[in-house]
């Protein structure tokens, strides 16, 4: 079974400091895996996108990285501000198919001043 | 406008009623996307239309769903006699050209659905 699983659920951070949030999937084929972020009450926004051929993608204070080998994925997030609480979702696209993306729940950052 | 818009933007409605839910895509995308999110959940995938036809309708949890798509543009979701557990935020997304996973797709800000 396709799985996109992302941890931790939830994290609280202080203002400027850095976090990295987790993603380990099961797609397979795998054509790409994107990293989106969605603000309370708002659709999803993609931060990044990855093929299986590329290792890290950033995105201004926003970097993810990807082990197609381990099949897990990271989203580093640097000197964190209070706009970026938001639920961060993990999607990966399997490589056939018409609708063939695999949504994560997400992890809920909040953060604090 | 420039973005993905849907309307309402709130509904709530009581069990046994049908609602039909609006989405308007981004112009030119042919492409377009209905998920439902839960508390808790992942984007679940209802439907997907390319044009005005439906090549995927197998996320439809039910026959109380069902939507359309006219002219290539709007789309209305509809739910008849909904249940309580049809409450969700439902989101559309549309994107310029298939399959999915290598065209950006552009989320509209979601409908919440309740279900009283």
């Known amino acids: 079974k396709n799985q996109v699983e992302q941890s931790p659920q939830s994290l609280i951070i202080l203002e400027g400091k850095n976090c990295t949030l987790q993603?380990?999937?099961?797609?397979?084929?795998?054509?790409?895996l994107r990293w989106y972020k969605q603000d309370t009450g708002r659709g999803p926004v993609s931060l990044t996108i990855?093929?299986?051929?590329?290792n890290t993608k950033s995105n201004g204070r926003y970097t993810a990285t990807l082990d197609a080998d381990t099949k897990q994925s990271s989203l580093h997030i640097t000197a964190s501000q209070l706009s970026d609480s938001a639920s961060y979702i993990c999607?990966?696209?399997?490589?056939?198919?018409?609708?063939?993306?695999?949504f994560g729940t997400g992890t809920r950052l909040t953060v604090i001043p | 406008g420039a973005g993905v818009s849907q309307s309402p933007s709130n509904k709530v409605t009581e069990k046994g009623k049908d609602v039909e839910l609006r989405c308007d895509p981004i112009?030119?995308?042919?492409?377009l996307y209905w998920y439902r999110q839960s508390l808790g959940q992942g984007l679940e995938f209802l439907i997907y239309?390319?044009?005005?036809?439906?090549?995927?309708k197998s996320g439809l949890p039910s026959d109380r769903f069902s939507a359309e798509r006219t002219g290539g543009s709007v789309s209305t979701l509809t739910i008849q006699r909904t249940q309580q557990e049809d409450s969700a935020v439902y989101l559309c997304?549309?994107?310029?050209?298939?399959?999915?996973?290598?065209?950006?797709?552009?989320f509209g800000p979601g409908t919440r659905l309740t279900v009283t």
């Open positions: 990855m093929t299986f051929s590329e």
């Open positions: 112009s030119g995308h042919t492409a």
């Open positions: 993603c380990n999937y099961t797609v397979s084929p795998f054509s790409n």
């Open positions: 239309f390319q044009g005005n036809s439906a090549p995927d």
């Open positions: 999607v990966v696209t399997f490589l056939t198919g018409a609708n063939n993306l695999f």
């Open positions: 997304a549309s994107s310029l050209a298939q399959p999915a996973g290598r065209a950006e797709q552009y």
